[in-house]
């Protein structure tokens, strides 16, 4: 029998690598349009947003429903898990502020802000990435591979074109050479499967732990998207397009989760 944690491990960090995949593409690729970026922002949070609901959540609530008999006890467990991992972002995201990025990764005050804003964009990348590997890895330990396997690959496929939206202005807007610009999309990706690990530690050795663990995830990947990810994509006039990606993107994770689940 396939080993669940194993799996769950090389999930989140396939789905990490892909961001590589998106990043070697500046070997051929000379710019990246606004409106490209926000459209494939929003197709992954359209993506992150399915598989919260039916990856993670819908999960939660079923292994819940063969531990405990009462429904009010599920939902405030499921709540609980919710409420935990939006809470834990928030404050993760206080303390890694604007302030802190602008005084700890620009030493140089003659700085543009254009390029404040690029090293922004690129931890809130990073930062996001910690509840996507998460959700890959713990898909696995649902006791449905299949159900793991459309969380690793949905992430994976919207992990490409981030990958390039990353890498590309790092290489265009701030001069970096390419071998730099795809070294920090790695290091992007590689907090996937850290965040797997991490998630698996955590929450994947006890039955009710595990759909808190579920639902924790959900709720950092959905406080992600609707303060990082959507805010971002509304800033420069393409809402309508950012939209219609975060709709082609929630259908596609939910078909994977439906055709491979």
Known sequence: MENPYLLG???????????????FFVIFKQEISEKFRDISLGFSAGIMLSA????????????????LTSKLLIALTVSFGFILGTVVFWIADIFISDDYIHKYLTKNKES????????????????HNFPEGMSSALGFLTGNI?????????IG????????????PLLISAGYSKKFAIFITFLTGIVEPIGGLVGM????????????????AAGAMIFVISKEIIPETHRRGFEKEATTGLILGFI?????DVALG
């Open 9 to 23: 491990f090389l999930g989140s960090l396939l789905a990490g690598l892909a961001t590589v995949l998106g990043a």
């Open 52 to 67: 919260s609901f039916f990856s993670l959540l819908s999960p939660s609530i079923e292994i819940l429903n063969e531990l």
């Open 112 to 127: 543009s802000i254009n390029l404040k804003k690029l090293w922004l964009f690129t931890l809130a990348i990073t930062i």
């Open 146 to 154: 299949g159900n793991g396997l459309a969380v690793a690959t949905g």
């Open 157 to 168: 496929i919207q992990n490409i074109p981030e990958g390039l939206a990353v890498a590309l």
């Open 201 to 216: 530690l955590t929450f994947g050795f006890y039955n009710l732990i595990l759909p808190i663990g579920l639902s924790f």
């Open 252 to 256: 596609l994770m939910m078909f994977l």
